[in-house]
């Protein structure tokens, strides 16, 4: 749980269609443009949910200054992002939720491409991502189609590109307190089965509905991939025993981050789990025998580690 907000003074009392939430700490030169690109859309009744997690460079200042009604603030003891994530969810008055990174951007259009598709019937709604690299580079992501343990549904469980309804996010229980790392993908991995299970609908779209700015160096280390990993697989292991190739998967990326640690045993426990649980595929038995190798071939594997990416 987080800790206990700070409510500032309620400026606008409409129930909106859409709240957009924005976890943010310490970001005070970044927030105002996300603020921004949610209020400049068109076409939808919104609110946006600001949780501050504990700044201390005045960033709740920053956000205090947009004078526009339709931003309400909150001020938590320093929790995780996940725990602001989901005490903004609980402050929200809007039918749909929209979490937004306190670094990127909606791009124009976004939450009226996606409330195009908000049926009765429809419980999540997501759409593209546009990756912005420091040299430059582009890249764009689009829903895609998820396994049959997911009845093949089509989806990108991103900040800034997703949509889902109020009371299902509460429903499956909201993002995992204390995942620092791919929370929204695991908070995926539970709505998507729980709109399979209950013969609900989820929807994509083909537009890019939010501008992540990539930056120079990832801020997350390889035990916190690895804890993350764990975490998620924790958390969804009935689901992912419908689908061995994704569970070793899921096993071998926490086992390639424990190498790039440095902590080979663990490492070469993980891997194990990865070859038991999809034997078929043999880059996980070949990483288990890199594993497994006297120290000095170890070091060589953790070196392949670094530079090769377990997708």
């Not at 209950?198 to 916190?224: D, K, M, Q, S």
Request: hydrophobic share 45%.
């Amino acid at each position: 749980m987080g800790g206990v907000l700070t409510v500032y003074p309620l400026r606008h009392c409409g129930a909106p269609q859409v709240s957009v939430l924005i976890p943010v700490r310490n970001r005070r030169t970044a927030i105002t443009a996300a603020i921004g690109s949610a209020l400049t859309q068109v076409g939808v009744d919104l609110e946006v949910v600001v949780v501050d997690d504990g700044s201390d460079d005045g960033t709740d200042d920053v956000v205090r200054t947009v004078s526009d009604p339709r931003v309400r603030l909150f001020r938590q003891s320093s929790s995780g992002v996940t725990a602001a994530r989901n005490a903004a969810a609980r402050i929200a008055r809007g039918t749909w939720l929209v979490p937004l990174d306190s670094d990127d951007i909606l791009l124009p259009g976004a939450l009226q491409a996606l409330m195009t598709r908000a049926e009765d019937s429809v419980d999540v709604i997501t759409g593209g991502a546009v990756d912005l690299f420091p040299d430059g580079a582009v890249v764009e992501r689009w829903p895609q189609r998820l396994g049959p343990e997911f009845q093949h549904v089509t989806a990108l469980f991103f900040p800034g590109a997703m949509a889902v309804r109020a009371d299902v996010w509460q429903r499956v229980g909201g993002q995992t307190d204390g995942l620092t790392f791919g929370e929204n993908t695991e908070m995926g991995m539970r709505l998507a089965s729980d709109i399979c299970q209950r013969g609900r609908r989820l929807e994509a779209i083909r537009f890019a509905t939010v501008r992540y700015a990539v930056p120079h160096e990832h801020h997350y280390g390889h035990l916190e991939r690895a804890k993350a990993a764990r975490l998620t697989i924790d958390r969804n292991l009935e689901v992912l025993h419908r689908n061995p190739r994704l569970l070793a998967t899921y096993w071998s990326i926490c086992a390639v981050q424990y190498a790039r640690a440095g902590n080979s045993w663990e490492a070469l426990r993980v891997q194990t789990k990865a070859v038991r649980a999809f034997v078929r595929d043999p880059r996980h038995v070949v990483r288990l025998v890199a594993l497994a190798v006297p120290p000095i071939r170890r070091r060589r594997y953790r070196s392949l580690a670094v530079t090769r990416r377990v997708s």
